[in-house]
């Protein structure tokens, strides 16, 4: 009777943790609901024969100041504005006429200047004019600004309706655009945030622990039962945690908040530490332990100590994944501002329901987890080789912090060295030529004599393998393997695998224009951050915005941006993979101006340059913060890598920046660069 009495205690409250979830998600989602900026609506109207009307109707929330689009002067733009595709623009005739009952005041976060906003609905009229036959889909967005207590902030907004003009006068509304638009804006976050998180789980940051995840579910669980649901409740945690984020991003946080969290060099150095320390545990130094009252209650039937647990592990996955998750969570943050305030959390969920999927996965297989409990040697076997890979990936934090603040201590060729010393050692390890203190005595044959059996023959094979692979990588080779984990290649002090021929006549010109127009600032500090493929081919590249578009106006090329960040994983894959494409090299050396910007480059501005921005809602304290607001103001976005197109006068190209994609190589990239210099060529935008 007693044992049932608490079965079925434990099963209440089990069950009301999971309505307390339920009702914290529904709880969010309301509120996130009312707290909705801006509301949009659009309507097709008709006047005269050919002649239509798109009227949009928007309605800001209560507190919320909507900006016009009327243009504020000086340097401003925090006007809101109505921006049509090239496709649309030649249907469009006049300009836009808004209607409201607007107020005009000085706005005191603005320094004062003069501005008008709306606090009821205001209405935008574009006219549209069709010949006979025509069909077209009038496609573009609403970039609007607006102010809540003393905050200012920007969002983004879809439009696209069908218009039509038969032969008879009579015109149809295809689809039914009257309602607001952002339903359908949120489902496709939510499949984008879903898509990415599945992407995101097989990054090395993310696969790469999911074996020490798995093993300690299976070291703590009494039954496959409870195996499952610890699994389980780890998922809904990684879940929870990133909705979190999103409804921390949407009220509270700067964008830049959490990029500059996984690039700051005390983090990485408590996270460098961090994996020292379990790394030395699993090579058999010491064991780490939890306190008392935790194991006591991770142990508790009643399962309360051993969710806040699992809980913490979650939060653990979360945050060291970040510097391979955060170019999707930073890329998703920036398309949530279509949407309104319940984007980023919609977003957020998505995401943490994609990488937390397959762990859940793994919670439906009980026998895989219990066979991995299993005494024996294998398994103080699998500890040693997990102590020896989280050696490895630790040095990653370590150059993350030495990048950042310059100390130069572990450059390319030491962090390569040191890789090859860890994976040997494994190597022979694995072959039973190194012993640990907590290793069993080896199998014997039927001779008497130990011998090495065949998984750890091959696991040996692929030990050896990966550390020569490693070697010329101390001469300069690109290793593009794992280009993105280690140092960038200008921090190598030798380097056989320069090019010091030109592509061409052409890049003899361009060389020579460059040399008319060196970059000269930041250059001391960022040079050393350059690829291997800029440095081999001797690419010149800006590391300042104003000096790369004065060259961009001098030299008649176009100005490629490349959106970088010194700690970007991604953008060490991209450059890896891409930029050594001879091809590409070409034109981008002989046809585009280069400037890397890196987002985490923490030089002070001057007094003068620091401002508040209200797309970042921050204040702009640092260069690397100057060009986090330069992404958003260019392409409403940011994460890294973005690579993104103006003429010599700072006008975008082409809309929007081209992102990381593993699935896309440089045959795409190529296709890009040349769609981009015909576009320049020909004068024009797309």
Not at 70 to 96: C, E, H, P, R
Not at 659 to 680: C, N, R, S
Request: net charge positive; glycine share 8%.
């Amino acid at each position: 009777m007693c044992y049932s009495t608490n079965l079925t205690l434990l099963i209440m409250r089990k069950y009301k943790l999971l309505l307390s979830i339920a009702s914290f998600f529904l709880l969010l989602s309301i509120t996130a609901q009312s707290q909705t900026p801006v509301q949009f609506y659009f309507e097709k109207l008709q006047n005269n024969q050919g002649e239509f009307e798109l009227k949009i109707k928007a309605v800001p929330s209560v507190g919320v100041h909507l900006f016009s689009i009327q243009k504020i002067s000086g340097d401003l733009s925090v006007n809101s504005s109505i921006q049509f595709d090239s496709a649309s623009l030649k249907y469009t005739i006049d300009s836009i006429v808004e209607k409201g009952k607007a107020i005009t005041v000085s706005n005191p976060s603005l320094d004062n200047v003069v501005i008008s906003y709306y606090t009821d609905s205001v209405f935008w009229l574009q006219k549209i004019k069709l010949s006979v036959g025509d069909s077209i889909r009038i496609k573009g967005r609403i970039n609007y600004y607006y102010q809540k207590g003393d905050r200012i902030e920007s969002g983004e907004a879809p439009i696209s309706m069908q218009f039509q003009y038969q032969k008879k006068g009579t015109d149809e509304l295809v689809d039914n655009s009257s309602g607001s638009l952002q339903a359908k804006s949120i489902w496709a976050l939510l499949i984008a945030g879903i898509i990415a998180g599945l992407i995101g789980f097989l990054t090395p940051c993310v696969y790469a622990l999911v074996p020490i995840t798995i093993s300690f579910f299976t070291k703590k669980s009494k039954t496959k039962l409870q195996g499952k649901k610890n699994a389980l409740f780890y998922s809904i945690s990684i879940i929870l945690i990133y909705t979190l984020v999103g409804a921390l991003v949407a009220t509270v946080l700067p964008k830049n908040a959490l990029n500059n969290l996984s690039t700051n060099w005390i983090f990485n150095m408590f996270l460098f530490g961090l994996f020292i320390l379990f790394g030395a545990s699993f090579l058999g130094a010491f064991e780490i332990n939890l306190p008392s009252s935790w194991s006591n209650k991770i142990d508790s039937k009643a399962g309360v100590g051993s969710y806040s647990g699992i809980f913490f592990m979650a939060l653990t996955l979360v945050i060291v994944s970040f510097s391979c998750t955060g170019n999707f969570v930073a890329s998703l943050l920036g398309l949530s501002t279509a949407s309104g305030k319940l984007a980023p959390i919609v977003g957020m969920f998505g995401f943490g329901f994609g990488l937390a999927l397959p762990f859940a996965i793994f919670a439906f297989f009980p026998a895989m987890l219990s066979s991995l409990g299993k005494s024996g040697g294998w398994q103080n076997a699998l500890k040693v080789v997990l102590g020896f890979l989280e050696i490895a990936l630790a040095l990653k934090f370590l150059s993350n912090a030495d990048l950042d603040r310059g100390w130069r201590i572990l450059d390319r060729e030491v962090f390569i060295v040191l890789w090859i010393v860890i994976f040997v050692l494994l190597g022979m390890y694995l072959l039973g030529k190194i012993l640990f203190k907590n290793d069993s005595e080896r199998a014997k044959n039927d001779f008497g004599l130990s011998f090495v059996s065949v998984p750890r023959l091959f696991l040996a094979m692929i030990s050896f393998s990966f550390a020569v692979y490693l070697v010329p990588g101390l001469w300069g080779a690109p290793l593009k393997a794992v280009s993105a984990f280690v140092p960038p290649m200008g921090t190598q002090d030798f380097n056989l695998m320069r090019n010091s021929e030109s592509f061409s006549a052409a890049t003899i010109q361009s060389d020579k224009d460059n040399l008319a127009n060196p970059p000269k600032k930041y250059v001391a500090d960022l040079k050393k951050y350059e690829p291997g493929a800029a440095i081999n081919n001797q690419l010149v590249i800006y590391y300042d915005y104003d000096e790369a578009l004065a060259a961009s106006k001098l030299l008649h090329k176009p100005l490629m941006i490349d959106f970088t960040g010194i700690q970007c994983v991604n953008c060490r894959e991209f450059e890896s993979k891409i930029w050594i494409d001879p091809q590409v090299g070409e034109l981008m050396k002989n046809d585009f101006v280069v400037a890397s910007l890196f987002s985490d480059y923490n030089a002070e501005l001057p007094d003068d340059e620091k401002k508040f921005s209200p797309l970042l809602n921050a204040t702009i304290e640092t260069v690397g913060d100057k060009y986090e607001d330069l992404q958003q103001r260019l392409i409403k976005a940011s994460g890294q890598p973005n690579y993104v197109f103006v003429n010599g006068d700072g006008k975008l190209l082409i809309d929007g920046g081209y992102g990381y994609d593993a699935t896309k190589g440089p045959k795409e990239f190529i296709a890009h660069l040349q769609k981009v210099k015909g576009l320049y060529n020909a004068g024009i935008k797309e």
